[in-house]
């Protein structure tokens, strides 16, 4: 396995990592991703970590906390070996502070999660979305306190704009807190908006993206193909209209190209797919999820292998749009790259064990 320095920290992550989105299964979408109890959960893990992967990623409202508590069982008596990711904010309930990131719900959410988990510190404790109605201040000193109380090491953000992750980095530059690490975000060969913004501002700022749903919601499993229908055991059935949509036409151009890439390199369609995230610039680590062994299997089969830069060039092509203003039209122009961040890795060279 390959490790990646997570952003501008000294910590180091596997290049992949587990989402446990699939442990739990309670409600009509963590239920229809999968209900993956302790004991399955545990054999995940043990094929993960035989791998070298790592890192662990859940969040408060996944199966309404099951996630945390199922992944809790499944890494007892072997804490030292993992880096568990959580993140708190969006809604656990109806109440008026069942939401959101202040103090008294990072607090409690926090509390909550450690107990879960069965630990007593969280590595990266994430903010799940942002939180327009308490200051960032509040925000950010609370995170500080969890911190200094050792019960959080490092902190990030998850679906955050442009603005917001920028506003939150100056402010814990403007007071001395710590300034965050990661950014999970949507990145997909079929979602490619992450590129446009974030991507700068992560190479700017030392943000490193930690990739959710690389597969496309689902859509790059190899199994959706055009002209035909979904196939009877996919999960978009009952989850597309929870995701970000994506036209039939960019779909099958993006398949068709990783089909053709497949077939030159005898891979199956989610290695390529994954293989060309890790190639993408501030990536430090793609999150994998997994209903079955064999489905973690394979996709564990997505490092150790390089795409060439003409399978890249490719699936670039294939992948892109126009950029949306203001980045369009210059994006185009001559002496452009001049003023666009420069295409690389966040990190020196990685290691690897």
Request: proline share 7%.
């Amino acid at each position: 396995m390959e490790y990646r320095r997570l952003g501008a920290s000294g910590l180091k992550v596997p290049a992949l990592s587990f989402g446990a989105g699939t442990f739990g299964g309670r409600g009509p979408l963590f239920g229809a991703w999968g209900t993956t109890d302790a004991r399955e959960a545990r054999r995940l893990v043990d094929i993960c970590l035989d791998a070298g992967v790592t890192m662990f990623d859940t969040a408060d409202v996944y199966s309404d906390g099951a996630s945390e508590e199922v992944l809790g069982e499944a890494i007892k008596g072997r804490r030292d070996r993992v880096i568990v990711s959580t993140k708190a904010g969006l809604p656990t309930g109806d109440g008026p502070n069942d939401a959101g990131s202040s103090r008294s719900r990072l607090i409690t959410a926090c509390e909550d999660a450690l107990r879960r988990l069965g630990t007593d510190h969280i590595d990266l404790f994430q903010l799940h979305a942002f939180d327009a109605g308490t200051p960032v201040e509040e925000v950010l000193s609370t995170l500080d306190d969890l911190v200094r109380a050792g019960k959080v090491r490092y902190t990030g953000i998850s679906n955050f704009s442009g603005w917001q992750a920028m506003k939150s980095l100056a402010v814990a530059e403007r007071y001395g807190h710590p300034r965050h690490v990661a950014h999970q975000v949507h990145y997909s060969l079929v979602s490619r908006d992450y590129e446009w913004e974030l991507m700068p501002l992560g190479l700017d700022q030392g943000l490193g993206a930690l990739v959710w749903s690389p597969l496309g919601w689902g859509r790059l499993t190899g199994r959706v193909r055009r002209d035909r229908p979904l196939p009877a055991g996919s999960r978009l059935h009952d989850t597309a209209d929870y995701g970000p949509p994506v036209e039939d036409a960019h779909l099958y151009r993006v398949i068709d190209a990783l089909d053709e890439v497949a077939e030159e390199t005898g891979r199956a369609v989610p290695q390529i797919a994954i293989n060309w995230l890790l190639q993408r610039p501030t990536v430090s680590s793609v999150i994998i999820g997994a209903r079955t062994e064999e489905q973690l299997r394979q996709n564990l089969g997505a490092v150790g292998w390089t795409l060439t830069p003409d399978q890249m060039a490719r699936l670039n092509a294939a992948s892109g749009k126009a950029a949306p203003y203001p980045y369009f039209p210059y994006e185009r122009q001559e002496g452009f790259a001049r003023l666009a961040p420069p295409v690389g890795s966040l990190t020196p060279p990685p290691t690897a064990a």
